[in-house]
Structure formats: C-alpha cells, structure tokens
C-alpha cells in the first residue's frame, strides 16, 4: 500500500474533526439549539476518512441520513455545516433543510439524504454523467447495511454494473437497520457477497480500521477510473450513538457497545503514528487543541449567524426558470 | 461418544482478493449448505455429536435448523458456548475447546488463514481442511459429504492413524527469544508498512519468501518458489529465496488469475529446526500464508525455523482408502 506520513496525518486530522464535530452536535442537541433529527456518525470515522482521502475535489459522493462524517471527509466547511444544523441562513441550505439536506456541489458532495437507499440510484446518476462526459472521476456512494435490502440497491448495483459504471458502493454495515439487528433484518452476514449477483467485485474490510478502508476503496477508485466498473466495498464498524439523539437503545445486548468502543478508530491510528514515529505525543495533542479550535470557531459562526428571514420561507422551492415549457 | 469439531470461518472467502485478482467470494450460506453434507456423511457413519465453533451467523444452529426441517438430523449438533470475538480468537478457543472435549476429529472451512489460526494451539487432534476460497494451498476444495464420512472414520478410533495422517511442517517466527506466531506454507517479508486489508498483491514489496512446502501447482507465494523448486509436505526440509533484479525471472500464480514475472534467487533450504535471522533494515511487515500480520521497524531480528509442529493432518482419500479395505463401510445384516 502506498500511503505518505503527511495523507496518515491529514486522516488522522479528518478523523479527529468526524468525532469531534458529531460529539459538539450530540451537546447542542441536548440543549436544544440544533432543530429536527441528527444521527451521529461517532464510531465509524474510519470509513468516510479512508474512502474519501482516495478521492479529488472534483469527485463524487452520495451521503446518507447519517451524513456528517461523509461531508466532512469530502471537505465541507465545518461553519456551513454547523449554521445548518442550528437552521441559519449561513447554513449549507441557508438553515431550511438541516442535517439531513447537507450538500456542496462545489466539493461534489451530492448530498445527505433522509431517505434510505435514495443516494444509491443518485450515484448511478452521476456514474453515467461521469461516463458521458468521458472524465476520469469517480462517484463513492455510501449507504448501510439495511438499505442494501431496498430495492434501490438492487436496480443501481446491476444499472452501475451492465453499463460499467466509475461507482464506488461503500456500505457502512454497522449492524443494525434502525433499531433491528442485521440478524433480523438479512439472511446474509456480509452483504459483500450481493456483489457476486451482479457480476462485480464485493470485499469485506474492518471498516474500523482506516488503512483498511484506504486500501480497498484505492483499488476500486483505480480500476472505476480506468473505466472497468463498479466494486461493493463493505466497511464492518458501528455506530456508538442510537440511530438518532434519543434513542434510548434498547435493543442493543449488554457489552456490545463496550466491545466496539475497544476498536475505537482513532486511538488506533494514534498508536501506529507513535509507533512508527510520525507524530509525537505533542503533535497528536496540539492536532486536537486546532480541532477543537475549529469546532469552537465553527459554532461561534453558527451562532452568530441571523435565522432565515420569513420571506425566505418560499425561496428555493420552486423554480421560475421555464424554457420551451420545460423546467431547466 | 463419537463426536467431531466443525470450525466454519465466517470470515474466509470476501477479502480484498476479491478486488485485485480473481478470486471467488463465497458466501456463507453456502458454508451451512458444506457444513450441512458434512454432518450428513460424519453421522451416517456412527459420529453422535458434532461441536461447532459460534459464529456472527449462527452457521452452526442454521445447519441444525436445516436438518431438522428435513428431519435428517440424527446426531447432536452442539455450538460450543465461549465468548465470541468475531475474530481469530473464536478458531483459537474453539480449537482448545474441542480438543478438551477430546473430539475425534476436526474440520476446518476456510482457507490457509484459518487453518494457521487453528495450526497456533492444536495438539494432537487429527484435522481435515476444506477450502472455501481461490487462494489457498494448505486446505483442499473437497465435498462436505466426503470429509463427513472420513472425519467419521478417523474419529471412530478403529484405524491406525499413522496410515493416513501425518504431522505437518509450520514456520515458526521467534523475536526475542520467544515465539510470535506461525506459518503453515510460506512466510513473506514485505516493504508495505501497514497491515491494512492484510493480503499482498504487489510483488514489488516482497523481499524474502519462506517455505514449508512449494510447488508450481500452488497458488500464492509459494507458487513462486514453486517455480525453481518442488518441496512437499513430506520432505523433512523447506526453503526460503530472495526477490532481486538479477535472478532469473520465473511466472507465478502469486493470485487467483494473476501470473506475475518475479526474480527469484535460487531456493535455499532450510532444514527442520534450523534457525535463520532476519535483521530488518526499513520498516514493512512479515505476512503469514499471505496476510500482512507482524508490522516491524528497523534493526529489529526475527527468526525464522521451520518445524515439525504443524497440525495432524488427514489424507481424506487415505483414511477412505483405509476404511474401505477394513470393511467399514458394511452394512451388517
């Protein structure tokens, strides 16, 4: 694997800014200043950051309800991001669509969605874009393990797989389907395996494990960019929150929790970067303390920033761009 | 009491070699269907109990549930109660497990890596290896209904083992004195510096290769060896061969449809016991049967012997064989 001390540390830093941005929100939306629902990503930094450090600015991704790592990884502004969830016109939809909308067309972030499996159909959208254009980039589509039993995953994998498609599929299999284990919900334990129905490749990776991650989604992006096709990417971790703030979890058995919190991400990371003399305890400490200064930077913004107007309420809804008697 | 061991790694089969070579993705529901013709042909042949380790998809209590339904269960499927890690640790303690249960026989899904986890604490029991993948040289694809009626055999007691079993060679690697871990068929020393998804691919990391055994009918690193020198399991030597520019280059099967052009020196052999160091002069890791598995940094010795402390390992046509010419399988009137 080739892999540079300085992307380790830039992961590191993705990772750290994932855990650290989603901790600060599960605060806020304690205390009330962050409307509607939010569904933490806590716990499975590893696969956004190890995905996307394999992608360009100019690349592509689909996000889910649990969107905020995948942003994140993909380069939104932590400020943008964080006036959203407090609903400011600053926000990333000017503080009208909140966590479940965040997009930036400018990163090729294509958008967290509140509908399960929604992004997977979007991803082939892209994919075709990407393939009638005759670019080099790539679109990475993450979704969870209970979408793959929507019949979305079933028409993209095999629309990406027949025309060949620059898709990658990356599930974040982490276990359960809301609140239904993945026991109940599938009769199958590594969901890698539904490639093999659609005549592409499908691997299973510690998804709690970043380089892991890296390793498998560079090898999908390389053969996706050479035009061979689409590859599923199943990334094993989990979510330490509930499916959203408030859930109370109770369908999680005694010391599961516990068990994966000993495979933490990002202590992980730490200990190979100490190991291996890339950065010191100092440096790991002083990358926190700029973090959390990021953070705090990016809730000021947030919080200083104006409401909507009420005039506003309509805007961005409709369109008055009509040509020929379609809409453009 | 007649009993077996069944170890079905959930894991085997969906690795990264699914994206970078050819190899086949096996899904797991296809291992219960294995698992279930193994208890078939085990119990028709007077096996009463039949052990399994636990696993995230239940293999074991599907396979009951499978029979059941059919009402062809007549032997006792027992999924052995020991905390489940999802990893390693569950061959390792089920190895133990059934070992202490004092089962006849063990049987083994998966591929080299597994029989390497199972190869790390088994004793005496004799073990039959299945493969449930493309890239393996250790286990054998084999029928389930077939390896039943050996495992049922070799577990009855009736036979002198010596006919069809022999004790297998391993690579045994020591740092400090003590012994880290093994290798049933080829140990690698690589320039990747991190373990990541574990299996190697690019040649042009590799270093060094170790054997127990290699041939150019395997696949994998030993392929490689393979190509300058034929080792079995039964020479009482192995062999290790360094990757530089100025070797003859030999073509490989370093992976399930990949043919790689390698330079490799002459092998050396390495007898049974005798120790040969490796003092690192970069940072990489040691892969073992193919998987990235010990990180190592600069001036740092290992190692390496190859041994005699391998598992007990069945020849399924042998036992067959054995069991044929003694009359077991006769009916009595």
Redesign the interface.
């Known amino acids: 694997?080739k892999?540079t001390n300085e992307q380790i540390k830039n992961m590191y830093e993705t990772m750290l800014k994932i855990r650290k941005f989603e901790t600060r929100a599960k605060d806020l939306f304690a205390e009330g200043k962050v409307g509607g629902f939010v569904h933490l990503y806590i716990g499975e930094e590893a696969v956004a950051t190890g995905a996307c450090a394999n992608l360009r600015t100019d690349d592509y991704i689909t996000s889910t309800h649990r969107g905020h790592g995948h942003i994140i990884a993909k380069g939104g502004d932590l400020k943008y991001m964080m006036a959203e969830l407090f609903q400011k016109e600053t926000g990333y939809c000017k503080g009208k669509g909140g966590s479940m909308h965040i997009a930036d067309a400018t990163k090729g972030i294509l958008g967290a969605n509140g509908i399960v499996g929604a992004g997977q159909n979007i991803a082939v959208g892209s994919g075709l874009a990407i393939q009638y254009k005759k670019t080099d980039q790539v679109c990475v589509c993450f979704f969870g393990d209970a979408s793959t039993n929507q019949s979305t995953f079933h028409e993209a994998l095999n629309l990406a797989s027949v025309w060949k498609l620059p898709v990658i599929f990356v599930c974040e299999n982490n276990g359960y389907g809301i609140s239904v284990s993945q026991?109940r919900h599938q009769?199958?334990?590594?969901v890698?395996?539904r490639?093999?129905a659609y005549n592409m490749?499908?691997?299973?990776?510690?998804g709690n494990?970043v380089?892991?991650v890296?390793?498998?989604v560079n090898?999908?992006v390389a053969?996706a960019r050479k035009g061979q096709g689409p590859?599923l990417?199943?990334c094993k971790t989990y979510r330490w929150r509930g499916h959203f703030e408030g859930d109370p979890t109770v369908y999680r058995p005694a010391g599961e929790l516990e068990?994966w919190i000993k495979k933490d991400p990002i202590p992980r990371v730490e200990k190979?970067m100490l190991?291996?003399k890339i950065m010191t305890d100092e440096e790991i400490a002083a990358k926190n303390t700029y973090v959390d200064d990021m953070i705090k930077e990016a809730e000021k913004f947030a919080d200083e920033s104006s409401m909507p107007s009420l005039e506003s309420a309509l805007q961005d809804v409709y369109t008055d761009i009509i040509e020929e008697g379609r809409v453009r | 009491m007649i009993s077996i061991g069944i170890i079905a790694n959930p894991a085997s089969g969906k690795d990264i070699r699914r994206l970078v070579s050819h190899a086949t993705i096996i899904d797991n529901n296809e291992k219960i269907n294995i698992v279930e013709r193994i208890v078939l042909g085990a119990q028709a042949l007077g096996v009463e109990r039949v052990y399994m380790m636990p696993d995230s998809y239940n293999m074991g209590y599907r396979a009951e549930d499978n029979l059941n339904i059919c009402n062809e269960l007549k032997c006792e499927i027992n999924v052995i109660n020991i905390m489940r890690f999802d990893g390693m640790e569950d061959t390792i303690s089920a190895v133990k497990f059934m070992e202490d249960a004092k089962v006849g026989c063990i049987v083994t899904l998966g591929g080299d890596g597994t029989n390497r986890a199972v190869a790390k604490v088994i004793k005496d029991t004799p073990i039959i290896s299945i493969s449930t993948g493309t890239n393996n040289v250790y286990p054998e694809m084999m029928e389930g209904t077939v390896v039943g009626m050996a495992s049922a055999a070799v577990a009855s007691g009736c036979f002198d083992k010596r006919l069809f079993m022999q004790r297998d060679k391993r690579i045994e690697i020591y740092k400090g004195g003590e012994m880290i871990d093994v290798a049933l068929i080829d140990a690698v020393i690589s320039r990747d510096v991190l373990v990541g998804s574990k299996a190697i691919w690019d040649m042009d990391s590799i270093d060094k290769i170790y054997v127990t055994r290699c041939h150019p009918a395997s696949i994998g690193f030993s392929s490689i060896m393979g190509s300058k020198k034929i080792i079995t399991e039964d020479d009482d030597f192995g062999a290790y061969g360094e990757i530089n520019q100025k070797s003859q280059k030999v073509i490989a099967a370093v992976a399930a449809g990949v043919l790689s052009h390698i330079s490799i020196s002459e092998p050396v052999i390495l007898n049974l016991n005798e120790e040969h160091s490796f003092i690192s002069k970069y940072r990489g890791t040691i892969a073992l049967d193919g998987e990235r598995e010990i990180p190592f940094s600069e001036n740092q010795e290992y190692i390496f012997k190859i041994t005699k402390n391998g598992p007990n390992h069945v020849n399924v046509k042998k036992v067959l064989e054995t069991s044929q010419k003694n009359g077991f399988f006769n009916i009595e009137p």
């Open positions: 694997m892999i026991a009769a199958i334990t590594d890698s395996v490639a093999a490749p499908g691997v299973t990776v510690d494990d380089f892991a890296y390793e498998a090898e999908a053969k590859t990417v199943e068990k190979y190991e291996n």
